[in-house]
């Protein structure tokens, strides 16, 4: 094990599957900055305050590590000389730790493990076909990065261990599972990390503007099989790219079916365990306040599948029904990206996306998943973090925000 005494004097070699674990414990030294081969503070400025107490700041500050894919074991502590309400992400927003609370002195230790890739295919020269976006984005690097954030955001000690012995669930989908990397938009994939404990790894492969077909001319699928093993778990959802008339139009019936009925095949083929989840309504109101379906005939494409092949099935699609329902017209617009203008800075026009979500609609997404898989007695349901209470989507959390993120673009992603 490596121990630094102070965040100014940061490991200097790449994680890696072989290397030994990394202990980062803040100091009263200048800031190192993040390098190819060094970790340090990242993307924007070092926290203000660095003591052997911790170090803290009025504003978000990032660390990273160089880093090459595989699965980390992160150990936080959490706490300084001054209260703090601490929020954890990894990499592109990956939610890890939700408002911790601190007083002054008071130090608390949260762990997880985060995922991570680079475009590179294991065992041959082929790479990912990365979208323009998606190039030098935190999700597709060479290096792990964690953000600190909230009131008074606070670290002492930072410990990093590469693991092989976890399971890891795989998501394939679309913008509204990827871990969207800038503010205000947010999919329930990126949420889905704050559910779980430090012995299983979630890993998003989802992008923005993806059908079940661009997943694979784009060697998605591949990447994915490159490294999913026996007693991993494959979640896969599309339909809101696939239904779209014009070239990458999936029709339902046949090539969607025949599709998803392959990577199934797949999954189970390694000893991996697929679990199909059918795509959430878009924010489509009648006259009387009921959704209207947009999505016909893929949720119901899915839910055949699943009977046939006798599949888990998350049905994201009926759940987010009774929960746009119970909200309401006005209710659903603190859920899905409408903001008025001049909300955020550089925007000029007034956001409405009636397809994507704020970080508040992406996390109750992911509360019906986990209620799902919990319902289901899935073996993930082991790996979940105790105290969890039950989800009804006809009571939903009451509107929350969680911290901004410095990042932000108000461009829609890829897919509507």
Known sequence: MKILGAMGLLWAATLSASAAPVVLVCGATA????????????????PSQQTKDGCSSDAAFFVSFPAT???????????????????????????????????AGEYRTESFVVNVRTPDIAGGTERVHLKPREVGALDWDEKLTLEFNGEHPSVRKISVEAVKD?????????????????????????????????????ANHAESGET???????????KIFSTIQRGDFLMLQFAHNDQKPG?????????????????????????????????MNRRTFDDAGKITDTLAPYPQTLRKIAAEEQLP??????????????MGPDGTLKAFVHYPANTFEGQAAELKDDTHFNSYGAYELARCVVE?????????????????????????????????????????????
């Open 31 to 46: 800031s190192a900055r993040f390098a190819a081969t060094a970790a340090g503070f990242d993307l924007v400025a070092p």
């Open 69 to 103: 894919d595989g699965n980390y074991r992160i150990k936080v502590e959490l706490g300084g000389d001054r209260a703090a309400k601490t929020t954890v992400r990894a990499e592109s927003r990956r939610l890890m730790v939700q408002e911790e609370a601190t007083t």
């Open 166 to 202: 976890v399971p890891t669930v795989y998501l394939a989908g679309d913008s509204t599972v990827v871990d969207q990397d800038k503010e205000p938009w947010a999919a329930w994939g990126q949420m889905l990390p704050r559910f779980f404990g430090p012995k299983v790894s979630i």
């Open 212 to 222: 079940i077909r661009s997943f694979e001319t784009e060697k998605r699928w591949e």
């Open 247 to 279: 070239r990458g139009y999936v029709p339902a019936e046949t090539e969607y079916t025949a599709l998803v009925e392959k990577y199934v095949a797949k999954a189970r083929a390694v000893g991996a365990h697929p679990i199909l989840v059918t795509s």
């Open 313 to 326: 099935l998350v049905d994201l699609n009926a759940m987010s029904k009774v929960m746009w329902e119970t």
């Open 372 to 416: 799902s898989l919990r319902q289901q007695k899935s073996p993930l349901v082991k790996w979940m973090r105790s105290g969890l209470t039950d989800f009804d989507p006809a009571h939903p959390d009451a509107p929350f925000s969680l911290p901004l993120s410095p990042m932000i673009d108000t461009a829609t992603p890829y897919g509507r």
